[in-house]
């Protein structure tokens, strides 16, 4: 088979990790009670709780929109707002769902680097008791960022200090936690629950798996009645199995902190490959699997005909490169040597 160039647009498009594929086939045996009542799913949870080093409260959840708008919708009111960077994907790639599931109004953060700072939440508390605005409710932070940065434990702790002395939740997006605990090289007890996280949407489907997000509810009295939500919002499945067996898969001797592992050290070998090429600037630190980079517009165009990559902002030719768990290193040093030659060319 001849090797035909990797796409560097998303890790949504990578395939289906071959162990979670058979994972699945493995369950596609006989009958199993549906929405969630079967040993599967049990397994599954016992997987969570033993991450998260408690009793966690866990939903099974079909998309990662779905796990945001429905866990957000469950811990607000309508006349609440919820406060993220303005770099969020609950702003920019979830097309309303959040504002139109949880009826919120959402308050977007300035975010060079797509990370929220306590310092800027006290200035918001000042609309608080005032019944002609939104009541902030919930900070929203994402894990590792959407500008492929990445949280450290003190930072979430000091954004969760001032939340829970202001009687607000602390929501982390984590489509990408995966990336981030590997990055940071420390268990997601340390990251989420110690931290002070309250309600953690997490991510598998970037990771290797089919389709397998997760609600978790860190204290899980906040999960009370979260069942009656995820079913109101269209995303209880009934063949729970398979959506578990693919937890199960990532989970069994950390196939998910490998895959991360993996597609991160690819992304920094190909910043490390770019780094001192005339014309190219790269734009933020590359903490997970994701290379944001400045390069000339004509050097973009060369590079589209042969690879599949995103034009981050066009306004100043910034892109973004995403590697994931099934990226060689052959992958990248072609696309390095490909980026080179298109810059040269310009």
Known sequence: MNHSPKSFASDNNAPVHKRVLQAISDVNQGDATSYGDDVYTLETEQHFKALFGKDVKVFLM????????????????????????????????ECGAPEKI???????????????????????????GFQHHAQPKVVSITQSTEL???????????IASFAHDNDLYLHMDGARIANAAASLDISLAEMVTYTGVDVLSFGATKNGAMAAEAVVFLEPSLGQHFEYTRKQNMQLTSKMRYVSAQFNALFTNDLWLHNARHANAMAKRLAEGIQDINNITITQP?????????????????????????????SNNEVRWMTAYHTTIQDVDEFIAAIKDAVQQV
């Open 148 to 158: 492929g940065t990445v949280y450290k434990p003190g930072e979430i702790k000091q």
């Open 62 to 93: 079909l998309t990662g929109t779905g796990a945001n708008a429905t866990s957000l919708a469950h811990i607000t009111q309508p006349y609440h707002a919820i406060v993220s960077a303005e770099t969020a994907h609950l702003e920019n790639d």
């Open 286 to 314: 590359v903490e997970s699997n994701a290379v944001f980079a400045r390069l000339p517009l004509a050097a973009i165009e060369k590079l589209q005909r042969q690879y599949s990559f995103y034009v981050w902002d066009k």
């Open 102 to 128: 949880t009826s919120c109004k959402l308050i977007t953060l300035p975010a060079p680097d797509a990370k929220i700072r306590p310092e800027q939440l006290p200035p918001l508390m000042e609309s608080r």
